[in-house]
């Protein structure tokens, strides 16, 4: 999984953020560009790189990586997940797989930092027993949550002092 970062024309700091197409286990869900290694990727990073140029069209060429974070698995569906956090140059514009993708979302990091954008809430799923307090961050009308949320909220704090 890459977690794309960019400055726009102005300067500010954006992080890259995909709404799934509708459809499987994450459809309509907010994620970072991402999936299942290939038998050609020689390793997790090539799967990252190769599946943002696939879904949204980032030039690998364009990447640099900053950081390696912490494997994590998902609650509910069981992936584990090799997130790498990166500088991108932005596309002039976003190269969708439509059979994946919806659209592909760009908060400042300011906004995000926001106390408004963050929120909880009890949520019931269909494959939940009971409802879990499930916290989101606020982005247009959607929510992300679950494991980008948990990739998410620690770096926005270093991410808006300047890190990287």
Do not use: C, K, N
Not at 4 to 29: K, N, T
Not at 66 to 81: A, K, N, S, Y
């Amino acid at each position: 999984m890459l977690i794309p970062l960019f400055r726009d024309a102005q300067g500010e700091r954006r992080i890259a953020i995909i709404r799934r197409a509708e459809g499987g286990r994450h459809g309509g869900q907010l994620a970072f560009p991402g999936g299942a290694r290939e038998r050609e990727d020689a390793s997790m990073l090539d799967t990252a790189l190769r599946e943002a140029r696939e879904e949204v069209g980032i030039d690998p060429r364009t990447v640099e990586i900053l950081e390696h974070l912490p494997v994590l698995d998902t609650h509910t569906t069981g992936f584990r997940i090799h997130p790498f956090l990166a500088r991108v140059v932005r596309p002039e514009h976003w190269t969708l797989a439509l059979d994946e993708v919806i659209e592909v979302l760009e908060p400042r990091i300011r906004d995000l930092m926001s106390p408004d954008a963050h929120g909880e809430a009890e949520w019931q799923m269909p494959a939940w027993p009971r409802p879990h307090l499930i916290a989101f961050y606020r982005i247009g009308s959607h929510r992300l949550w679950g494991a980008s949320y948990r990739i998410l909220h620690p770096l926005l704090p270093r991410i808006a002092a300047g890190g990287w």
